[in-house]
Structures are given as C-alpha cells and as structure tokens.
C-alpha cells in the first residue's frame, strides 16, 4: 500500500483495455494486458520508508509503473522509451509549451513500483490478481530501472523500495498526468516501431 501526498485519484477505466471478458460473472469488466505507467510531471518528489527519504528529486518526473503478469521485456522497452521521449516540458527559448522531454531538460526521474494500477473493484475491495506475483515481479521492476539508466544518465534515475510500505510526496507541476500502457504497440508482430 502507499500513501501519496498530492497524487489525484487515478480512474482506470478497464473497459477501454481490451475486449476479453475477466468473469463470466461480469460481463463489462475486461483484463488488462499490459505494462502501465502513471506519468506525472513534477516540480520535486520523494520517496519515504520507515521515516526516512530514500530517494528524490527536483523537477522531472514521477513514474508509477504497474506490472502486469503477462509482461515481457517489449513492454518495459516500450515504456522507457515513451517515458523519456514524452514531450512534457515547455521550451523556454522558442516559448512552445509541450516541447521537450525530460532528457533534453536533463531533469530527474523518479520510478516507483505500483502494482495497486491493476486494482480491480469486487464491491468495493479491490483485487490485484492481474499484477505479476512480487516474486517475479522484483526482478522485473529492477530491470526496468536499469533499462531506464542505460537510455539516459544513471545518476538521474531514482526509485523506492519494491515491495514496501512509501510514502511518496510530490509537487505536481501544471498538474500534469498521463497514463501510458504499453499494449499500444508492444505486442505487435510486424516489427513496426512508433515513432516519438
């Protein structure tokens, strides 16, 4: 569980993920199939455990990355690259508001695992058992921070503490929140790649 100063409630609306049905019992909810990542721009954010900042950062951004059980290295692909190339960031020479990622900025980054994305309501106690179990999933959130300081300078990529109980404070700036799930082009065949 976490506790996050700042952070507005993020509705996922399921129903847009995919057409395959998640119980028979209820017809309207579908499963998510992909990696998922809430992108916040932010002025500064931290990452608290047992009373102590573990990591922070000033301006850039703040990363909540959901794993879901079926992800693959395409997906954690997919999201580095998105993540750093989104252009979030005004340009202050030529005065265009969305302009520049967070590379050309050389701002921080700042990871947090989150598999509370993929909660699913049953009445009202969500359910996680779409999230990739925390044994698989620590070696695979930890990939995914090394593919994130391999794309870009290392000493600029933060993260929490997988698996426990954060505090994550932040200062959103705008605000601005995007989502991204990696569905969009990472399981494709044809070998196509988006371009950014």
Same mark, same amino acid.
């Given at each position: ?14 129903? /847009? ?23 916040? /721009? ?31 290295? #395409?997906? #954690? ?9 989104? /252009? ?62 391999? #794309? ?43 371009? #950014?």
């Amino acid at each position: 569980m976490y506790c996050i100063s700042g952070l507005p409630s993020v509705a996922i609306n399921i129903a /847009r993920a995919n057409k395959t049905p998640l119980h028979n019992h209820h017809p309207k909810l579908v499963q998510v199939q992909a990696m998922r990542a809430v992108v916040q /721009r932010v002025t500064s954010a931290s990452v608290e455990v047992d009373g102590s900042i573990v990591s922070e950062i000033g301006p850039g951004l703040l990363v909540l990355v959901g794993i879901h059980e079926a992800d693959s290295e #395409s997906d #954690s692909d997919y999201i580095c690259r998105k993540v750093l190339n989104m /252009r979030l960031f005004p340009n202050e020479n030529t005065g265009k508001g969305w302009d520049l990622n967070v590379m050309q900025k050389n701002y921080g980054v700042l990871l947090v695992s989150q598999f509370t994305l993929y909660g699913i309501m049953k009445g009202n106690k969500p359910d996680f058992h779409v999230a990739m179990p925390p044994q698989k999933a620590k070696p695979f959130y930890e990939s995914v921070v090394d593919k994130f300081r391999k #794309s870009y300078n290392p000493d600029a990529i933060k993260d929490g503490v997988f698996g426990a109980m954060m505090k994550v404070n932040l200062v959103n700036d705008g605000p601005v929140t995007v989502q991204l799930d990696s569905s969009q082009t990472s399981k494709n065949t044809n070998g196509t790649v988006e371009e #950014s």
